[in-house]
């Protein structure tokens, strides 16, 4: 989709050039907006291996112009995932909703790597600035707001947009710097990649390249996909310390650290012998220790500073939808931001509009994914509870996948079209 705008009065600063980021900056400036890129990074960086999306963000990237870009470069399957039971295999189809548009009927993973090379080329490289970590925001008395960097520079920006995931200092700013219940989720990830080849000379009986597959049971649950055209399959295995879940403080060792194999092995050591193979191949995995806000921020919004992604409403990972809701952030964003009745003279108004979006839609899934991840982990070998959690999966997607974003943007441009 091509967007034709006549150039804007106001500029603006993106703080984080991750996924959101980048898809942000193409949007605003295939819009006519002036816009700087400010990545803490030495350079666009994804961390992790694939990243799902479905169809409400394949209609999002869709109307920011970038979905043909990216599904180039995409791997398709048909909606999911499985959901397989160690020991008494079930496996748990989707199809999905009669009706949709051809590109909402399929799952998609990409490489977040991957994801970033699709975008690059689409905006000019000097609107990119890195090694650029902001540590604190201000405002002037003409109301635009001055980001500050580690490196002792600055910049003026008429709006500011957060996009700096999870460790997000913009959020701090639009929370009057009280601390967000950010915390620890009890939750631990294993993460990593294995050939596919090597498993199946292992003796791995389920195919692993058909779609995304989730493992069940008590405490602990694992996914699995392929990417790469099929030739490695993307690990993440998670492990829940009950008594840990859920406290308002992040750990204080490092988020993410090496693991060794037998800790792995040891924590997964009752479990079939599918997983067991695939786990045994798993040599150096990362550990991620999951956090996420809880409960969610009430507004995305403070003066003109706003909050997309991770920044917004980080997440549990368990529905596969936080990146989803962050395209769904950038795409009502920059519709509202590209609308020709808006001006740096209401742009506090219309931030407004998009805080009465957003919060409500993106909030919901984060509560569900956190009760996605409950029902993955509650399985614990009998047969009722197969049963018991096919029941409560059924309808958990749809209203993610199928939420129709494009009406409630129509119904608040209708908003700024009265202004």
């Known amino acids: ?193 294995v050939e596919n080849e090597a498993l199946e000379r292992a003796g791995v009986k389920t195919d692993l390249t058909i779609k995304p597959i989730c493992w069940v049971g008590k405490d602990k649950h694992m996914i699995t996909f392929p990417i790469q055209g099929n030739r490695m399959i993307n690990i993440v295995a998670f492990a829940t310390n009950q008594q840990a879940q859920m406290k308002s403080t992040v750990i204080s060792t ?50 003109r500073v706003v909050l997309v992604g991770d920044a917004a409403h980080a997440m549990q990972p368990h529905l596969g939808a936080g990146v989803g809701q962050g395209f769904e952030d950038v795409f009502a964003l920059c519709t509202l931001l590209g609308h020709p009745a808006t001006t740096l003279s209401n742009l506090q108004v219309v931030l407004k509009i998009y805080n009465k979006v957003r919060p409500k839609r993106a909030n919901m899934v984060l509560e569900w994914s956190i009760q996605m991840g409950k029902i993955y982990e509650s399985f614990t070998g009998q047969a009722t509870d197969a049963e018991d959690i096919v029941k409560r999966l059924s309808g958990m997607w749809e209203p993610v996948w199928h939420h129709d974003l494009t009406q409630e943007i129509n119904n608040a441009i209708q908003q700024i079209s009265r202004l």
């Open 254 to 303: 490092p988020w993410v650290e090496p693991a060794t194999h037998q800790e792995l092995m040891d924590a997964y050591a009752d479990w079939g012998d599918d997983t067991t193979i695939i786990l045994s191949h798993l040599k150096n995995p990362g550990k991620w220790y999951i956090h996420g806000l809880h409960p969610p921020l009430e507004s995305y919004v403070h003066q």
């Open 1 to 193: 989709m091509s967007v034709v705008s006549a150039p804007k009065d106001f500029k603006v600063g993106i703080v984080g050039g991750g996924m959101c980021g980048l898809a942000c900056a193409v949007g605003l400036v295939q819009r006519g907006i002036s816009v700087q890129v400010f990545e803490a990074a030495p350079r666009f960086e994804e961390v992790g291996a694939g990243v799902g999306l479905g169809p409400n963000a394949i209609r999002a990237l869709d109307g920011l112009g970038v979905l043909g870009a990216i599904l180039r470069r995409a791997v398709p399957y048909d909606l999911g995932p499985s959901i397989l039971f160690p020991q008494r295999t079930l496996a748990l189809g989707y199809t999905g909703k009669k009706g949709c548009h051809t590109a909402t009927k399929i799952l998609n993973y990409v490489y977040r790597p991957v994801f970033l090379e699709a975008l690059m080329p689409l905006i000019d490289p000097s609107i990119t600035h890195f090694d650029k970590r902001c540590t604190s925001i201000s405002t002037t008395d003409s109301g635009s707001h001055v980001l500050h960097f580690a490196d002792g520079t600055t910049y003026e920006a008429d709006l500011v947009i957060g996009a700096d995931g999870i460790k997000s200092v913009t959020r701090d700013f639009v929370s009057g710097n009280v601390p967000p219940p950010l915390g620890f989720t009890g939750t631990v990830a294993y993460r990593g990649l």
